[in-house]
């Protein structure tokens, strides 16, 4: 059973069409992030939630934004996608402590045209 | 200087043979370090962890850490095709819950 859940698994969007991912969690993690990842590059942490507590990356545009409305679901908005936020979006979840791995889900293939 | 830096590859060798992929960070106090393997249009899966100095083997895998020279290694003996992957290097650094990941090693297992 899938425990991290990516909804839409690819997603197509047009030229500054606001756009919502979605990841929601079976496995009631306090943690939740969302991850960035372009080709051939390493998965980039835009921002994660720390049970309500919002983290957000220095370097992430503030064109991305995000909302855990509980512990089991968030939510990654991005307000005017623009042909470089197409990427693969990743979500993963951690239960607390630093020794913990994340259970990733599918990702959502995000095409921007 | 990136926080996690590994050599991008290809790095090819024949099947049967052992891979060994590597990994530097930056952050002196990180104490969790991971490998993940990702398929091609796929989400990174999870194959080892380690956390202390020396070699945590399971299976086919040997992590290797060696947090002196702040360095981190990944075997895999018995090289399969299907081991042909992007294997991606992680480390939690300081206190933070911050997953860090290198840009990744593509490893090609010639049949």
């Known amino acids: 059973d899938a425990m991290v859940i990516q909804n839409p698994r690819y997603q197509v969007t047009q030229f500054g069409k606001p756009v919502t991912l979605s990841c929601s969690q079976t496995l009631n993690h306090n943690v939740m992030y969302w991850y960035q990842q372009k080709s051939s590059q390493a998965p980039k942490l835009l921002f994660h939630y720390y049970d309500k507590d919002f983290n957000n990356e220095a370097d992430t545009p503030d064109n991305f934004q995000s909302r855990r409305p509980n512990t089991s679901f968030c939510f990654l908005d991005i307000r005017s996608p623009g042909l470089g936020d197409a990427a693969m979006y990743l979500c993963a979840t951690s239960t607390r402590g630093l020794n913990e791995k994340l259970f990733f889900g599918s990702g959502t293939q995000l095409s921007v045209l | 200087q990136k926080e996690v830096e590994q050599n991008s590859g290809p790095l090819s060798v024949p099947e049967g043979a052992i891979a060994s992929l590597n990994c530097t960070y930056s952050d002196r106090v990180s104490q969790s370090f991971f490998w993940y393997r990702q398929y091609s249009g796929k989400s990174p899966e999870l194959i080892m962890s380690?956390?202390?100095?020396g070699d945590k083997e399971d299976g086919r895998f040997t992590a290797q850490l060696n947090k002196a020279s702040q360095y981190v290694s990944l075997l895999i003996r018995d090289s399969q095709p299907s081991d042909s992957a992007t294997y991606l290097c992680a480390v939690i650094s300081g206190n933070s819950y911050k997953l860090i990941f290198g840009s990744g090693t593509r490893l090609l297992v010639r049949p």
């Open positions: 380690i956390y202390s100095n």
